[in-house]
């Protein structure tokens, strides 16, 4: 299994120390780093400048907003940023929900699994530089029909100028529920589950062996990657955790309960299959009311610790290969310090 360094989005202002943690995972032994988007900062640009000196660390999004740009045009960011690194592009894309899809990038949400077919396709026809690209899928139509509003009729076929330096760059997609899970073992490279653990990853395992049974579908469970993101932090004795499992409680309890609007948290929904449905409901209830530390305060140790690696040295390498033992083939780790960088990695090795 390897490990990513997980740089996420920016909060207020852009964060500090950045080139000290990226230096440090390619010296340590990361195998790569990878950048999010949400509302603010984006996912290509900070890939790109963090990523510049580097030389043996693969590149990731995870994930780039497939709503945020048209299916061309994450094509030529990916080839883009391919060259330039030297064949070392992740493109990890998503479908984000309706609040960001439709609130921030006014595009309609429905449909999203036959949207991410469409762009799939569209960004591999990109990327293979075998013809012109075409769609006739309705989300992203290529050319625009003539008939379309505001159309001119003039629009054609293109074939991208720059010729990609591999038409099978990884493509790795952000999925939930069952379908968008299933679908996303047939047409990608690799999937970035959300809250997948060692105690529920037998719940996934139909549905990834659903994609792969598929004709056509392009990896299989050897050659697939996961890519499964958790907090890991090694602490001394039990006190230390209890703090940081308590820190963790507000994330939890922010994505289980504030994410999204009350009838559309797929991230609760999430929650909801590993058995918590009850749970979530309450923490919702609490959250969307304001109420957020009451929320908090619901969330059981036994669910962080199930979420996350955090333990002594010793319970840390165990729960590793406990989550190497369900088929993860990377850990997305947020990590504080160039030292922590290092630690972990030397701890791991």
């Known amino acids: 299994m390897k490990l990513g360094l997980q740089l996420g989005y920016w909060g207020a202002q852009p964060p500090s120390g950045i080139d000290e943690l990226v230096a440090a995972a390619e010296e340590s032994g990361f195998d790569a780093i990878f950048t999010a988007e949400a509302w603010g900062s984006d996912a290509f640009t900070p890939l790109a400048w963090w990523g510049r000196e580097t030389s043996r660390v693969r590149l990731g999004t995870s994930i780039v907003q497939m709503s945020g740009r048209t299916p061309t045009s994450i094509a030529m960011h990916a080839l883009t940023l391919d060259h330039l690194s030297g064949g070392r592009m992740i493109l990890g894309m998503g479908v984000s929900g309706p609040q960001v899809v439709e609130g921030w990038y006014g595009q309609p949400f429905a449909r999203p699994l036959a949207r991410t077919r469409e762009i799939v396709s569209i960004v591999r026809q990109v990327l293979a530089r ?52 299933a679908q996303t073992a047939e047409i990608a490279d690799g999937w970035i589950p959300i809250f997948y653990t060692p105690n529920t990853a037998a719940m996934y395992q139909p549905w990834l062996d659903e994609g792969f049974a598929r004709p056509g579908a392009r990896q299989t469970r050897k050659t697939f990657e996961i890519a499964a993101t958790c907090h890991l932090q090694i602490v001394r004795d039990a006190a230390e955790k209890q703090q ?23 991230h609760k929904e999430v929650f909801t299959r590993m058995g918590h449905g009850a749970l979530a409901d309450k923490v919702q209830e609490l959250y969307l009311s304001g109420r957020k530390e009451d929320a908090v305060a619901l969330i059981p140790n036994e669910l ?13 390498k165990e729960k590793v290969a406990q989550w190497e033992a369900t088929g993860v083939t990377t850990l997305l780790l947020s990590l504080r310090s160039a030292d922590e960088v290092r630690t972990i990695a030397e701890a791991l090795a």
């Open 304 to 316: 962080v610790d199930d979420m996350h690696i955090i333990g002594t040295l010793a319970e840390v």
């Open 244 to 266: 940081v499992v308590d820190t963790m409680k507000h994330h939890v309890a922010l994505y289980m309960g504030g994410m999204g609007a009350k009838d559309a948290n797929f």
């Open 130 to 181: 075998e013809g012109a690209v075409t769609n006739d899928g309705p989300h992203h139509p290529l050319p625009l029909p003539a008939d379309a509003a505001g159309a001119t009729g003039l629009g054609k076929p293109l074939k991208s100028i720059v010729h990609p330096l591999r038409a099978d760059l990884p493509i790795w997609l952000g999925a939930e529920g069952p379908k968008n899970v």
